[in-house]
């Protein structure tokens, strides 16, 4: 429940111009989830 009530404020925010740092980076976050990215697991940077 926090979780989304949080989300749904930083929306808000973002929408009427009262941005805050973590604001703007859970925007480019969640942009980002939408996208392909292949992530290496770290143990294969040893192989």
Request: charged fraction near 35%; glycine fraction near 2%; avoid cysteine.
């Amino acid at each position: 429940f926090h979780f989304d009530q949080s989300k749904t404020r930083s929306e808000i925010r973002l929408r009427e111009g009262r941005t805050r740092p973590i604001d703007i980076l859970s925007k480019y976050l969640n942009e980002s989830s939408d996208s392909d990215i292949e992530i290496n697991e770290p143990y294969m940077v040893f192989k």
